[in-house]
Every structure is written in structure tokens, then in C-alpha cells.
């Protein structure tokens, strides 16, 4: 080799951010509004990492309401809650 040597470093995903990955991955695919929320952003022309992060937060969010709010999780744009 010439040069300086790089170390290879691997990055390693925590269980949860793997997990989180995956449900983003399945969501913005299976869900109407976040299929339309990505639609959205790829239009505006953004990178795909960003449009990942983007879910991955939409998703947390909805999370953290459903807790807080002790109701179920209804996936239309309209009404996200059901009482």
C-alpha cells in the first residue's frame, strides 16, 4: 500500500435505530400518507437519506401522540387519531 494506512471502520446500528430503519422502510411504502409525504420530497429533490430521516421522525412523533394521547393510531392525513 502507498501512503497512510485508513482504519476501516464499520458503522454499527443500535437494535433500536435497526428497528427504527426497517419500520421506515415498510411504512413509507404501506402508508397512503407518508407515500405522499415522500412523493413530496422526492419531488422537491431531496436526497433519499434525508427523506428516510424525514419518515423515520414523522413515525416517532406519531408514536410519542399515541402515547400521550392513549388513543388508537388512524393512518388517514385527516383525522391521525380516532376517539
Known amino acids: 500500500m502507498f501512503g497512510r494506512m485508513i482504519p476501516y471502520v ?3 446500528l443500535s437494535t433500536t435505530a435497526r428497528s ?3 419500520a421506515t422502510l415498510s411504512a413509507k411504502r404501506s402508508n397512503k400518507a407518508l ?3 415522500v412523493a413530496r420530497m422526492t419531488a422537491a429533490g431531496k436526497p433519499p437519506k ?3 430521516v424525514a419518515v423515520a ?3 416517532l412523533v406519531y408514536a410519542h401522540a399515541v402515547i400521550r394521547t392513549q388513543k388508537a ?3 388517514s392525513p385527516n383525522a391521525p387519531f380516532s376517539t
Open 73 to 75: 393510531f388512524e393512518s
Open 10 to 12: 464499520t458503522l454499527r
Open 35 to 37: 407515500a405522499a409525504f
Open 57 to 59: 421522525r414523522k413515525l
Open 20 to 22: 427504527m430503519h426497517h
Open 50 to 52: 434525508v427523506i428516510l
